[in-house]
């Protein structure tokens, strides 16, 4: 398949062109070393899909991600990613993966939220987010948004830098838990949705529920060490994404074993910078 690719070099899209590659997949880059970003007409004429990953924020940051130009943040990724899906539409692409995020999700409720869950954003990065979606569900071709929880991995992907270094000088670290999922499952979700015949227009992709003290006892573990750990975060307000579409297609993430796995890869990562 001939697949467009956005954000190839960002956090997410890094990945997605390796397993794009990997499955077989012709991939075209679309990025400022082509001459294109957000907002340009896009050269979509031949492909079969689009996976559109690119997002401009300020760096390190989503929620929150518009810094002191939220007309510009509207501007680059809501009417650039209309723009984007619209010339799909024309060049007669046949299927839309759109990297979309949790944060459509924030005014729900703590529990458990459906693949279906209509959006409720608070932030303006949520709300760019959501708008973007409906007006890809409302295009002549097949459209899937993809809502995804924080992403962790190495190189880029690699976000616990700091706490774990903050862990490593034992300076005091705050509870927190939060839902993460590994780049490279992300990937592979992403090739699961374009191969699928009918995917739904919203599918969540999550996987773990992660207490930092739990991770940073992984630390400890690997590393032979008992430094203090955090106390225990309040997981009753937590928004847990039901990925019931995605395992019911046979995605399988790699779970808290596999980012156990994943520990020593992250604290080279995070110490030999």
């Known amino acids: 398949m001939r697949v467009a690719l956005t954000g190839a070099g960002g956090i997410v899209g890094s990945f997605a062109r390796r397993a794009l ?93 459906p693949d279906d869950l209509p959006a409720r954003p608070t932030s303006l990065y949520g709300e760019v987010k959501a708008r973007a979606e409906e007006h890809l569900s409302n295009l002549p071709l097949t459209g899937c948004a993809i809502r995804a929880t924080g992403v962790y991995g190495p190189g880029p992907a690699m976000k616990w830098t700091a706490l774990f270094r903050d862990h490593l000088a034992q300076r005091p670290v705050a509870p927190r838990i939060g839902t993460e999922l590994h780049a490279e499952d992300l990937a592979a979700a992403l090739i699961l949705l374009l191969d699928h015949p009918r995917p739904p227009a919203t599918v969540n992709a999550s996987d773990i529920a992660l207490d930092r003290r739990v991770l940073l006892g992984m630390v400890n573990d690997v590393l032979g060490r008992d430094l203090p750990l955090p106390d225990a975060a309040d997981a009753d307000t937590l928004r847990v994404l039901d990925c019931a579409f995605l395992r019911h297609a046979g995605w399988r993430p790699r779970g808290l074993d596999g980012l156990r796995r994943e520990i020593p890869r992250l604290l080279d990562a995070a110490t030999n910078l």
């Open 21 to 113: 590659l990997a499955a077989g997949h012709a991939v075209t880059v679309l990025d400022r070393d082509s001459g294109w970003r957000l907002g340009l007409p896009a050269p979509l004429r031949g492909q079969d899909a689009l996976v559109h990953c690119a997002f401009a924020h300020a760096p390190g940051r989503y929620r929150g991600g518009e810094g002191d130009d939220p007309q510009g943040f509207v501007t680059a990724n809501l009417d650039g990613s209309r723009r984007l899906f619209d010339d799909a539409a024309r060049a007669g692409v046949g299927r839309v993966l759109f990297l979309s995020s949790r944060a459509v999700h924030d005014g729900h409720p703590a529990g458990l939220l």
